[in-house]
Each structure stands twice: as C-alpha cells, then as structure tokens.
C-alpha cells in the first residue's frame, strides 16, 4: 500500500477525517513510525522466537463465577449521556441502502 | 433439481454459555432474559475507562469442554484480542474476542464431529472455537434491520460468554447442515453448556458457495429450521444465477425470518480490518495438561459414547440409538422406563414413533412433557398383555404425553379396554352383516374382500374390538351360513 493510501485507509477505519496541514504531520509522524519498526525486517529466524502477548511477564487472574451486586451501577449514572427510549439507548440506523 | 453442482457449506455458530451465572469479564448477573432493559451493567461490561476485565474461570472449563467434546486441539495458552469496529452494539468500540493469525492462537482449533447422512457415517471438520464477549443486543422500533430509521439497545447482553464454533466447509447439503446442528446442540446439552432454546442463545452464519463460485454469507439465523431453509433459498438463488450464465458475486446477505429470503446487506464499517491486537489489560491464561485432565474427569458421557452404548446394552440398531439419544429428554425416559420394560426395540419404537410425533406435533417443551417413564411401561405392558389393542394404545397416547393420563386407571374408567369377549363381539359381527349384506356377498366370493367387514366391526366399536377374534367370528359365520 502506497503511504498516502494509508493515510486515508487509517481515515476510513478510525472515522476522522483530516485537514491538508493535518495529513502533512500525520505523514510526517507515521514515516517516523514505519521506518522505526523496519528494523523488524533485520530479524532473521523469527520462528525461534517466543512471541510476545503481554509486556508483563504474568498470569492472568480469573475469578469465580459468583454474581456481585456491587458492580451493578446506579442506572441514571450509566445512562447520564444517552438518549433512552423505554429504557433502550436510541443508536443511528445501522445500514446504508 | 440437478446434484452434479456442488455446494460448499462452513458454518459459524455463535452459542451463549448459559449456564454461567455471571457476565466472562465481570461479576455482573449473566441471566438478562427477563430484566428491564440496561439494569445488568457495570463499568467493565460498559468499557468505562479505567475498569478492568477479570476473566470467569468457569467459562474457560466450559469452552475447554466443548472443545474436548468436539475433538479439538487445545491451546497451551489463553489469549484475548481486541477486535474492533464501530456498532452501536458495542460499547467500547472493540469486542473482547480471539484471533486466529500471526502472533495469537483461538483457545481451540483443529476439531471434527462425526455425523450419519443417509446411514452413511461423516465428518465435519471443526476449524476453531473462540471465547469471547456477547455484544449488546439491538432492536429495531420503526420495523426491521432493513426499514427501521434508528435502533435501541440494551446493554445488558453485552459481555455475555459466547462461543464462536466455526467448521470447513464439509457440509454439502443444507440437509446436512441441519443434521450436523442437531448433533452439536446435542453435544453443548449434554455438558450442560448452554440451553440453546434460550432466546438468542443460538445464531448461525452460514457461508455458501455453489459451483465453487463466490462464497456468500448469511448472517442472522436463529434456529435449526432456518438454517435449512436460508441454505436452500440460498442454492435455488445462485443456481439461477448460474443457469442464466451470471455469475455469483461475493457478498453478506441477511436472513428475513418473517419474509423466508435473503436479502443482500452493507452495514456500515462492518467489513473492514478489525485491527486485531492482543488486550493489553488481559495477561494470557496458561491451560496446563493438569488442568485439562481433571476438567475431562468431570464430563458427562456424550451422544456418541451414549449411542455406542445403546446399541451394546440395549440391542438397538445405530439409527433408533442416534434418534434416542440425540434428543436427551427421550433417551434419559428411555432409560428410565428400560428398567422396568425390557422389550427394548418395542419401547424404542412407541417412544420414536408415536411418542415422539406427538410432543412434536403439539409443539410441547420436552421438560413439560407429563408422561412419566411409568405411564409409558403401564401403556406397554397392557398392550403386551392383550388388555389394548395397538389402536387403542396410539389413540391413548396423545392423552399419556399432554396430560400425563394414568393409563390403568383411564381405561378402567372408560371402558377403553378391549372387546375380547366373544359373545359380545358375535353380537357386533352378526349386526353388521345384517347391515352389509352385499360385503358379505363379497367376502365369500373373494377372501380378500373379509377387510370391509373387520372395518365395519371395528367403527361400530370404536376400535376395542380384537382384530384377531374378529376375523375367527366372520369367517367362522360366512361358512355357518354359505
Ligand atoms: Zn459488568
């Protein structure tokens, strides 16, 4: 993919979309990016290497399956920023013609 | 129809795992069916910033069940991603799942489950199973996905420990594709996994390719029923297609319930990357050896251990066991019912045959059934001992499935038992050959012609008489009076 395709592939797939001077720095930046993690192509026997799932080098936790009460939130509190119908959250249409 | 075009089926089966009592990231209720709409959340299952997901212990032995039940390879580690996109279903603008690519691994892959088509055995190769987070669920107020000019949506389904099952595409029939769902949704029943009777606990993605042309998904089918009819619309539209000379374009379509077609669907952002990466805020699990022994301790014996079992135990041919035991509820009355009745392949029959037909026929939720494995043996052995007839047994049967009717004491009642009396039966036969003089004409110049009378017999009995007893008498009265 062409660099400047990226830019608006990423555009596409984040939902924003940028000014000219924005697409300047933004190129700018993501060259940077690009360039630095080339030096991942100098590896060479990949296979040999563990891959890496978490920085931390740690168990993950589980838990019990016991319900909690107190993680239930007040219900005004979570819907304070939404548009409610009966209780619903109102949302946009979901597919184009 | 022609069979030389071939159909290419995979399936993706997402199944809720019901028996969780809480959400798989959070303490959170997990039983939302019959709450008000956006009570069961908490920051973790709303994404807030800063609440972290803790993963529910008992849905990783669920998923590791399942994926011993199907046969799959399991993988020495747990790790989730984060698949994103934006829908209004989902919170966090990412779904808490696992990828199969570079660098991450599905919790298990590399499956198969045997199937019988047509008497002939089958695999369907298992490709992967995924553990991951139910989104919310969306409705549709100003009519469907396709009309309505905003949706609404409750939260609390967000969260809710799902599985994605995924096969190659083996199946080549919709047929098929039914035989193979019934199987695995016996298999999720048997662990106790999850009731797939559940609203919404059970959706199906189908993709279908014929005459290896494009493949095409269908999304959004709830049931078994609608798998087989999405499949076959399906094949009729792309066959046509083909016929014409067109070709089949590459496409999600969605299936309309209501209006029984698909329908082609573009939803918005949907089919983009979905920038996979692994989850930052959940550190991978280890699966050890130990872990995944002492886990299969604890399985049930599953469908097909139960109908090898079947088949050694109870005499039974392959196919009654597999009809048996595949429906859980029957084999378990079967069995019940077997330590008291020991004409297996009898039993076997009146519970497939005319039990079966019936709970079906009245659409009655098998854990509503009121026959009891006592009512069935009572029902048999009154058979066996010339008390009923085979008619009266299946009429009686109806009355024993929806209404748990104590046959002993039902036929004592009625008067429903047989009519082997034998001078009482003389009486019928003579009054009916007073009314059908020509059928007696008829019957004694054509043997075969006897059948008109046994008939008439019977209706004037409503079906009590002995059917043996009543051919002795009217032949024994054509030739008293030839
Ligand atoms: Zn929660």
Redo the contacts between chains.
């Keep these: 993919m062409q660099r400047e395709d990226l830019i608006s592939y990423l555009e596409r797939l984040v939902l924003v979309r940028f000014t000219e001077s924005e697409r300047k720095r933004i190129m700018e930046e993501i060259n940077k990016i690009l360039d630095f993690f080339k030096s991942l192509d100098e590896i060479k026997e990949l296979d040999n290497y563990e891959p890496l799932f978490h920085v931390h080098d740690i168990e993950g936790p589980t838990r019990e399956d016991e319900p909690s009460h107190e993680v239930e939130l007040q219900r005004s509190d979570v819907m304070l920023n939404a548009v409610l119908e009966k209780g619903y959250v109102k949302a946009p249409r979901t597919i184009e013609e | 129809m022609s069979f030389e075009i071939p159909v290419k089926i995979g399936l993706e089966i997402h199944v809720q795992i019901t028996a969780?009592?809480?959400k798989l990231f959070?303490?959170?209720?997990?039983d939302y069916r019959s709450e008000?709409?956006?009570?069961?959340?908490?920051?973790?299952c709303?994404g807030l910033p800063g609440a972290l997901p803790?993963?529910?212990?008992?849905?990783?032995e669920y998923a590791i069940m399942v994926a011993k039940a199907l046969n799959c390879r399991i993988a020495p580690?747990?790790?989730f991603c984060r698949k994103h996109y934006?829908?209004?279903d989902m919170v966090k603008n990412y779904q808490i799942s696992q990828y199969d690519g570079p660098?991450?691994t599905p919790i298990a892959s590399n499956g198969f489950v045997r199937i019988i088509v047509d008497g002939k055995p089958k695999i369907v190769r298992i490709r992967r199973i995924n553990l991951e987070e139910d989104p919310g669920r969306?409705?549709y107020?100003t009519g469907s996905?396709?009309t309505?000019?905003?949706?609404?949506?409750?939260?609390n389904r967000s969260g809710i420990a799902l599985l994605e099952i995924v096969t190659e595409p083996d199946i080549e029939s919709p047929r098929e594709a039914r035989i193979f769902l019934e199987k695995l949704i016996a298999i999720l029943e048997y662990l106790g996994v999850t009731d797939t009777r559940l609203e919404g606990a059970f959706r199906v993605d189908a993709n279908i390719s014929v005459a290896d042309q494009a493949r095409v998904e269908i999304k959004n089918i709830g049931s078994i029923k609608d798998v087989e009819r999405a499949l076959t619309y399906e094949i009729l539209r792309q066959k046509s297609i083909i016929q014409k000379g067109g070709t089949v374009s590459r496409e999600t379509r969605h299936w309309d319930s209501s209006s029984k077609v698909t329908v082609p669907?573009?939803?918005?952002?949907f089919e983009?990357?979905y920038?996979y990466f692994?989850d930052?805020d959940?550190?991978?699990?280890?699966i050890s050896k130990e872990w995944i022994e002492e886990i299969e301790k604890r399985m049930p014996e599953l469908p097909d251990a139960r109908i090898e079992r079947f088949v050694k135990q109870y005499g039974l041919d392959e196919y009654r066991a597999q009809v048996l035991v595949l429906n859980k509820w029957l084999a378990d009355l079967f069995e019940e019912a077997a330590k008291e009745y020991n004409n297996y392949k009898s039993l076997a029959d009146w519970l497939i045959t005319d039990f079966l037909r019936w709970v079906k026929e009245f659409n009655v939720d098998p854990s509503r059934v009121k026959a009891t494995p006592k009512h069935i043996v009572k029902l048999l052995k009154l058979l066996d001992e010339g008390l009923i007839s085979v008619r009266m047994a299946k009429e009686l049967m109806p009355k024993i499935v929806l209404e748990g009717v104590d046959v002993e004491s039902f036929v004592k009642q009625h008067g429903f038992s047989k009519l082997s009396d034998e001078s009482e039966l003389r009486r019928v036969v003579e009054e009916v050959f007073r009314e059908y003089p020509r059928a007696v004409e008829d019957a004694r110049r054509n043997p075969k012609a006897i059948n008109f009378l046994v008939g008439a017999v019977m209706k004037k009995t409503k079906g009590r008489a002995d059917p043996q007893l009543t051919i002795r008498i009217i032949r024994e009265l054509l030739q008293s009076q030839q």
């Design positions: 969780l009592k809480t959070c303490a959170t209720k997990a008000e709409p956006n009570t069961l959340l908490c920051p973790t709303l803790k993963v529910n212990k008992k849905a990783i580690k747990l790790i934006f829908y209004p660098g991450s969306i409705h107020p996905l396709l309505s000019k905003y949706s609404l949506v409750d939260y669907l573009r939803i918005k952002e983009e990357d920038r692994p930052p959940l550190p991978p699990i280890t």
